[in-house]
């Protein structure tokens, strides 16, 4: 069966820092990887989603870049974190099947200080 | 610009009783609709889903509705338990979009009052 694995669960990171954010699947391949954001009050908000390795899109623009050097790795990064990057962060990933459920990682909870 | 909407951030509903998410959508192109729980500091696991070709679907206590014309869907939970007290997400994504990419609305609260 699928899984997916998202870490690190917790992070605190000072202002400017860099970020590093890993989620990888297994169980499946060529999986479309998606990376959301929960921030308060404003429900889950699609960052970044890829359909195969190097292929990324970007929903919002943000402080945040999104990598996929292999075909069930997905990484969330920053160069210099902001205040305003602090919420919780989900990867998830969907089959190439059309309607149907994303499944969801464990997330992070990333506070910048 | 929030297409799917939950105008209900939290809901409390004794045990036993019925519990009624509602969620609002403004994409005319959204043609399925999933509903997701959430507990603290997990991610959401999804709990059932509606395909724009139907008005209703069941699972267990869980019951989706959409009325299409009014953009519109409810989540039924009946009877509500304990367990059931959770943030839940509605969700809606477009087949015309090549891939399942979800658009999320803010969430509801629910406790569930023993």
């Known amino acids: 069966s699928q899984t997916i694995h998202q870490w690190p669960a917790t992070l605190v990171q000072p202002v400017g820092s860099p970020l590093s954010l890993e989620c990888t699947v297994e169980?499946?391949?060529?999986?479309?990887l998606y990376w959301y954001r929960q921030a308060a009050g404003r429900g889950l908000q699609l960052l970044f989603y890829s359909v195969g390795i190097g292929q990324i899109s970007s929903e919002v623009p943000q402080n945040l870049s999104a990598s996929r050097p292999q075909d069930r790795q997905f990484i969330l990064s920053s160069k210099k974190l902001l205040l305003s990057d602090s919420g919780f962060y989900l990867c998830?990933?969907?089959?190439?099947?059309?309607?149907?459920?994303?499944?969801f990682g464990q997330g992070t909870r990333l506070t910048v200080v | 610009d929030q297409q799917v909407k939950q105008n209900s951030p939290s809901l409390s509903v004794q045990e036993g009783r019925i519990s009624i998410l509602n969620c609002d959508y403004t994409n005319s192109m959204f043609d399925y609709f999933l509903w997701y729980k959430k507990y603290p500091a997990e991610g959401p696991t999804f709990l059932i889903s509606i395909s724009s070709i139907k008005d209703k679907n069941e699972d267990g206590r869980f019951t989706v509705f959409l009325n299409k014309s009014a953009k519109h869907l409810s989540l039924h939970i009946v009877p509500s338990q304990p367990g059931d007290s959770a943030v839940y997400f509605c969700a809606a994504s477009a087949s015309n979009f090549g891939n399942e990419k979800l658009t999320f609305g803010t969430g509801t609260r629910l406790t569930i009052i023993p």
């Open positions: 169980g499946t391949s060529n999986p479309n």
């Open positions: 998830a990933w969907g089959g190439y099947v059309i309607n149907t459920e994303a499944f």
